[in-house]
């Protein structure tokens, strides 16, 4: 994880600069697999960016914070994984009655004879709405045609 500092030295920021001269170089050296950058910005607020291995970047803005929020937001940017944005924890919807027939499962619509099934199963594997193929055509019709013959023998002879 790169964790890269931006400063402004103006007044209003104060915090984050006694951040960068108090305690920056203690988290530095606590943490050696991590890198810290520290960048000017002229006319702009300081902000923290966390760029990880998976190429995520995560931006916290530093504005109006106090060392022990930024303590606290630079421990949050060294344990996470990547963005947090990409994990949705809350459903956009609600719903004040939900659905009596529970989730939805792929197992859902299946037929009870599959619950029970060992897997890899032949059976299982197979579509479940290919056409017969012209070769398995032929070979049910070839069936078909020895049985009628079998039949008529064992009339006969029976005769």
């Not at 790169?2 to 915090?15: D, H, P, S, V």
């Not at 944005?85 to 197992?107: A, C, E, N, Y």
């Not at 619509?109 to 012209?134: F, N």
């Not at 070769?135 to 049910?140: M, N, Q, S, V």
């Amino acid at each position: 994880m790169y964790l890269n500092l931006y400063e402004n030295k103006t007044e209003l920021f104060a915090n984050i600069r006694d951040f960068i001269e108090n305690h920056l170089v203690d988290f530095a050296k606590e943490n050696p697999g991590i890198v810290v950058y520290v960048k000017p910005r002229r006319h702009r607020t300081p902000v923290l960016v966390g760029e990880y291995l998976n190429g995520d970047r995560e931006w916290m803005s530093c504005r109006n914070s106090t060392e022990a929020d930024i303590t606290k937001w630079v421990d949050l940017l060294k344990t996470q994984n990547g963005s947090s944005s990409s994990l949705r924890l809350r459903k956009m919807w609600h719903t004040d009655v939900p659905s009596i027939q529970g989730p939805w499962t792929p197992f859902l619509l299946r037929a009870p004879e599959t619950h029970g099934q060992a897997y890899p199963s032949v059976d299982a594997s197979k579509p479940l709405d290919a056409p017969q193929t012209a070769t398995e055509k032929l070979i049910e019709l070839f069936r078909q045609q020895q049985l009628e013959t079998e039949d008529v023998l064992s009339q006969k002879r029976a005769e």
